[in-house]
């Protein structure tokens, strides 16, 4: 006998979450469970009622496999230990992980069900969650580069890369925690790696903003890891991987991540409790 489709349910129905509801109803190895949206009239024509979840604390009602966040990273403060009572949980706003009240309470939380990190952007998350767990990596930096118009700053950062005009400029380099508030929908993917590098974590993993004016097609993201041997004299184990991902003007999401999310959706499963790359 067949296994039962997995039951997804999405929270959150912009472009990103308005595809995976698409796909999951056409896909016959799952089944929606439900839909939620800050805005129920976002739904309203687009969504069958029978899918639509009023209340987010209700969501043990509809008995989901797995709760996926393509929402807001307040989503996870607020219900992210409600949510992992309930189901697996892929969450889709990393950055909120920055604030370790709500990484202490999830990693805490995840003792029945699994947290899901979608690898996104990030080239070799396995390979650097098995050296973390060996003790072997010394350290790990994150360079995001992209047009100004493609970053979505706050504070001195936004003020920062809205006076880029003609030269490449270095807005930020430094720990990934302190990152985070500034640039919260830009580095899921540095938010990714420092709970994937956890002996490293958000206060040292380095992560790097270039905002380049003639970068006109492309996101770019570079991932420099280190391992055993000596830093100080180049004579430490090394991997470098650079990603160019195809994105036009102003977009602060590449054109692949909408597939690289339904990817993960797919293999955020059977990984038992913990924390997972997907």
């Known amino acids: 006998m067949a296994d039962k489709p997995r039951r997804i349910g999405v929270v959150g129905f912009g472009k990103l979450g308005a595809f995976l509801v ?9 089944e929606l469970a439900f839909v939620w949206n800050r805005s129920s009239g976002a739904l309203t024509g687009k969504v069958d009622e029978k899918y639509i979840l009023h209340y987010l604390k209700d969501v043990a009602l509809r008995s989901p496999d797995l709760i996926i966040e393509v929402a807001h990273p307040c989503i996870t403060k607020n219900y992210g230990k409600l949510f992992l009572e309930v189901a697996d949980y892929l ?11 709500v990484e202490r ?6 003792v029945k069900h699994a ?3 979608p690898a996104g952007a990030l080239w070799g998350g396995e390979d650097i969650k098995r050296m973390n767990d060996l003790g072997t ?3 790990l930096k994150i360079t995001m580069t992209k047009h100004p118009s493609c970053f979505k700053l706050n504070g001195y950062l936004k003020e920062k890369n809205a006076s880029v005009t003609d030269e490449v400029v270095t807005l930020y380099e430094g720990d990934v925690r302190s990152l985070c508030p500034l640039a919260p929908n830009n580095i899921n993917t540095m938010a990714v790696a420092s709970m994937l590098a956890s002996s490293l974590g958000f206060d040292k ?10 970068l006109h097609e492309w996101h770019i993201v ?11 004299s180049g004579k430490a184990f090394h991997v470098n991987t650079k990603r160019y991902n195809p994105a036009a003007i102003g977009a602060v999401t590449g054109t692949v991540t909408l597939t690289s999310f339904l990817s ?9 409790p913990g924390v997972h790359l997907c």
């Not at 309470?105 to 995840?110: D, H, K, P």
């Not at 993993?205 to 003639?214: A, C, N």
């Open 22 to 30: 698409e796909q999951i109803l056409t896909d016959p190895d799952l």
């Open 91 to 101: 969450i889709g706003s990393p950055t909120i992980l920055a604030d370790q009240e």
């Open 105 to 110: 309470e999830l990693r805490a939380s995840c």
């Open 115 to 117: 947290i899901y990190l």
């Open 137 to 139: 990596l010394q350290a």
């Open 205 to 214: 993993v380095i992560g790097k903003l270039v905002s380049d004016p003639q």
């Open 222 to 232: 570079e991932v420099d890891a280190w391992g055993p041997g000596d830093m100080d």
């Open 264 to 272: 993960s959706l797919k293999n955020a499963v059977g990984k038992g």
